[in-house]
């Protein structure tokens, strides 16, 4: 069973940094594209950022493009996203997502995102 569990989370104040994690299981992760993702209670679901399998491939939602940095480690079956910057406005629920392997580059949609993970909490306050 496919499983992604993120972690990293936590409270920072705001121009700080923060890395999540996302160790995977249950699939070939090394020729799988990823996703990160963001869930706000007030403005919904948010795509953040995909990387290709081989990892020489990303993509950034304009909202985190220059601030977050995706990268993976193919060796341990592991996904990171890297948050530098952070404002007020990126607190929210961030999870790792594997996308369906019918949907297309940069899987910005929400019916390309197969798997999901239960999520960390990210909360950037003063």
């Known amino acids: 069973q496919v499983q992604l569990v993120e972690s990293g989370g936590g409270v920072v104040p705001p121009g700080g940094s923060l890395t999540l994690s996302c160790t995977t299981s249950g699939f070939t992760f090394s020729t799988t594209p990823m996703t990160w993702l963001r869930h706000h209670p007030r403005r919904g679901i948010e795509w953040l950022s995909s990387i290709n399998s081989a990892g020489d491939d990303v993509a950034y939602a304009d909202s985190v493009k220059g601030r977050f940095t995706i990268a993976r480690d193919n060796a341990n079956d592991a996904l990171f996203l890297q948050m530098n910057h952070l404002r007020p406005d990126d607190t929210a629920v961030y999870r790792c997502?594997?996308?369906?392997?019918?949907?297309?580059?940069?899987?910005?949609?929400?019916?390309?995102?197969?798997?999901w993970g239960r999520g960390t909490q990210v909360t950037v306050s003063s």
């Open positions: 997502a594997r996308p369906n392997t019918r949907s297309t580059w940069p899987h910005t949609r929400e019916y390309a995102w197969a798997y």
